[in-house]
């Protein structure tokens, strides 16, 4: 029936913006101030309902081996598909976590965005100094982003371009992305372009705790 198809075109066209939300969230809910909660078994996509739809065992071999394959500093149209791309950012952060705990357990300093599109990225630092973790993530703007998912990052980034954020300027801070492991120059007044940031994930995880 014509409904049907209707809704299954709309049902498909958010799963690539539906991807990137639930990136973003996953980042936030294991940055910000306190306890991560993990549902074992959401590692990777899932599209169940809530309870009991979602109470059925968990592939953990399925996640081993996608956890042992190398690290996704570029993630691919195969890692979108499979879910890898969630379970990798999950892994960064939980590994960044267990190595510098009282980053996580101490300040959190809001930044704010400059430029064209401002309102459309949330970000923060947790730390302090030269123990600091950034934390960014998209908001309302995913269906504008969305080729991030489909392998087109390039293009997808010129949505940032013009934006920038302003972070510490120390002499000899380096910071380091986490999920693509680049390195990150600022400018000289200390600002970062969003199109550098969200140069390979449409999320970004840096470090200058090195």
Not at 101 to 124: K, T
Not at 134 to 151: K, S
Request: glycine share 6%; aromatic share 8%.
């Amino acid at each position: 029936p014509q409904p049907l198809r209707k809704l299954a075109a709309l049902a498909q066209s958010l799963i690539e913006p539906g991807h990137i939300n639930s990136l973003a969230q996953t980042l936030l809910r294991n940055t910000c101030p306190g306890v991560p909660d993990l549902y074992q078994g959401t590692e990777l996509w899932d599209y169940s309902l809530v309870d009991p739809d979602n109470r059925r065992p968990v592939d953990y071999e399925r996640r081993r081996l996608l956890l042992s394959s190398r690290t996704i500093t570029q993630p691919g149209l195969k890692h979108w598909r499979n879910g890898a791309v969630k379970q990798s950012l999950i892994y960064a952060a939980m590994q960044l976590r267990a190595q510098y705990p009282a980053i996580f357990s101490g300040p959190y300093q809001p930044l704010y965005a400059q430029g064209p599109h401002a309102a459309h990225v949330v970000a923060f630092l947790r730390g302090m100094g030269r123990r600091t973790v950034l934390v960014a993530v998209p908001r309302l703007c995913t269906c504008r982003i969305a080729g991030y998912a489909r392998d087109e990052a390039e293009t997808a980034k010129q949505f940032w371009r013009g934006t920038t954020l302003r972070l510490p300027s120390l002499p000899g801070l380096v910071w380091k992305d986490r999920l693509s492991q680049r390195e990150l120059a600022l400018s000289t007044t200390g600002e970062i372009a969003l199109d550098t940031l969200f140069q390979d994930w449409p999320v970004a995880l840096c470090a200058n705790a090195d």
